[in-house]
């Protein structure tokens, strides 16, 4: 095999290799847990635009991010049924992907029906958050507390 084939072949492969490098699976996604479980709202606010600021510098189609919710951190989706900035910040996570996790202990402890919380079904509340962070990052998703 002359040089110019053995240039062009490898060539060929290696446009091959990065282009199925650069098709995202579910594995290469970059997996995230951000925790709130306090109930100031300048916490929540801000902890929604870290998420979306994350967002922003990964692509949401590279990502797979998980918000969970307990303690104060309800708050959150309590706050949103009156205010439209913060329903208009967790629709858009929505949109692109971000699930938010609710616990069904806080839920219990404060005596709220999931239907007091913004846009928040069965799929949405988990049995209790903590054990959920523990489960996620057993699972590989990186822990962060905003």
């Not at 282009?19 to 579910?26: F, I, K, Q």
């Not at 594995?27 to 998420?51: C, F, M, S, W």
């Not at 990502?63 to 309590?78: E, P, Q």
């Not at 706050?79 to 202990?105: E, M, T, W, Y």
């Amino acid at each position: 095999m002359n040089k110019k084939a053995l240039y062009s072949s490898a060539l060929v492969l290696a446009m091959a290799v990065s282009g199925l490098a650069g098709a995202a699976t579910p594995e290469d996604k970059t997996r995230v847990v951000y925790h709130v479980n306090q109930g100031e709202p300048g916490l929540h606010k801000a902890a929604v635009r870290n998420v979306q600021n994350h967002i922003n510098a990964v692509g949401a189609e590279n990502m797979d991010i998980k918000l969970v919710m307990h303690g104060g951190g309800i708050n959150l989706l309590l706050a949103a049924n009156d205010h439209p900035d913060i329903q208009a910040a967790v629709d858009s996570l929505k949109l692109q992907g971000v699930d938010f996790q609710v616990c069904r202990n806080t839920l219990s402890a404060r005596q709220l029906p999931m239907e007091a919380l913004y846009d928040t079904t069965e799929a949405d509340i988990v049995p209790s958050g903590v054990a959920q962070l523990s489960i996620l990052q057993r699972e590989g998703y990186t822990y962060i507390k905003p």
